[in-house]
């Protein structure tokens, strides 16, 4: 299969974690015999330092072209410490999802097992955890109207949404939960707000054409509490745009680092994929970002193309790399590797991942492993 892939590195450690992920789907190519195309454009701070904008005309076009976009981090504290900025780096990304009607941000969260024990919660809670947020993306507050008083004292922002967008949303959730363990949960604040209201109504609708599927709700402030409590109990959770922003990243701390956290946002003729770590600009450069949540941020694209086998590959090779401790600083605190040495392991892996015979352990755990 041949893929026009557009790659948009973005800010702060988003060209880092994305030069790692070109190496493992290169590596794709050569076990599979695929063929990807890649063309780069600029997005976010770096956009608006070379061309005024956050999202250039000439980088809309390219991922209107693609088949699908890789996407890297977006934000510059430059812009986050200024209260008074008109144009702000993430407009370029909220801009993108709407031009590219990006309706679905679909969100693994998953405990590994060799990782239990970096997270905060207990590993008896989180072990064996495995669910999915089915996020809104382009309508509610973030897209609402926008107000503010003359003497800048009084503000308000529009959530509203319709039946069509909660929808077709709904039925991939619906779908994915059917592939699944056949349980979804809406997740909203149906007792306060009238859009939440209509959620439920549209949800529990549509939940009749899926029979095996076991459909419950949870208010928000409750679901994020059993996200930490009981994150087993979960399947797949359905939710709109602001409050699966918040819980997707409340879910990070599962798996013991945001670095491992991948997202594709899904549209009916583009999908952009990407990790779900911000541009951390404190580690720009040093070589110490985790390059993994950007490489599964590919598998999820290559399934998204029927590319299983290849998909399997590359979660194959991550898993090898999170077992053998060949992982950033984040995941591991003494650990002697970074960013493009996690990467290029990975992507070997991919080409022969049964070719342990051609690494030395001794040496791994030294920080000299022998790659050949």
């Not at 195309?37 to 956050?54: M, Q, R, S, T």
């Not at 590993?123 to 973030?142: A, H």
Request: hydrophobic residues 40%; glycine residues 8%.
């Amino acid at each position: 299969m041949a893929l026009k892939i557009a790659l948009l590195p973005g800010d702060g450690i988003g060209p880092e974690v994305l030069a790692q992920t070109v190496k493992c789907l290169e590596a794709v190519e050569e076990r599979f015999n695929q063929h990807f195309l890649f063309k780069e454009a600029p997005v976010g701070a770096i956009a608006i330092d070379k061309k005024g904008v956050p999202l250039p005309n000439n980088t809309l076009k390219l991922c209107k072209e693609a088949d699908a976009v890789l996407f890297g981090a977006i934000g510059d504290p430059k812009y986050d410490n200024d209260p008074e900025a008109k144009v702000r780096p993430e407009q370029g990304l909220l801009q993108l999802r709407k031009e590219l009607e990006l309706f679905a941000n679909i969100r693994p969260v998953k405990a590994y097992p060799t990782l239990l024990d970096r997270s905060p919660l207990k590993k008896e809670v989180i072990q064996g955890t495995d669910f999915v947020i089915y996020r809104e993306l382009t309508g509610g507050i973030y897209f609402g109207e926008k107000k503010l008083n003359e003497e800048g004292t009084k503000a308000s922002d529009l959530c509203e949404y319709t039946e069509e967008e909660i929808s077709r949303i709904a039925h991939l959730a619906f779908k994915a939960a059917k592939g699944r363990n056949k349980k979804l949960t809406l997740v909203d604040k149906a007792n306060v707000l009238e859009s939440s209201r209509l959620w439920r109504k549209v949800v529990t609708k549509i939940g009749e054409s899926y029979p095996e599927v076991t459909l419950d709700y949870l208010f928000v402030d409750n679901a994020a509490m059993q996200i930490i409590l009981n994150p087993k109990q979960f399947d797949v959770i359905l939710t709109e745009n602001m409050f699966g922003d918040i819980i997707s990243d409340e879910g990070s701390v599962i798996g013991g680092s945001i670095g491992l956290l991948a997202s594709a946002s899904i549209g009916e003729e583009n999908a952009l994929f990407e990790p779900i770590h911000g541009s951390y600009p404190q580690a720009k450069g040093k070589d110490i970002a985790n390059p993994i949540a950007s490489i599964l941020s590919a598998a999820m694209l290559l399934e998204h193309f029927g590319l299983n086998e290849e998909a399997l590959a590359v979660k194959k090779a991550v898993d090898k790399s999170l077992k053998k401790g060949i992982v950033t600083p984040d995941l591991k605190k003494d650990s002697p590797y970074g960013t493009n040495h996690v990467g290029d392991f990975i992507a070997h892996s991919i080409v022969d991942f049964e070719d342990d015979t051609l690494m030395n352990d001794e040496n791994i755990d030294l920080g000299k492993s022998t790659i050949i």
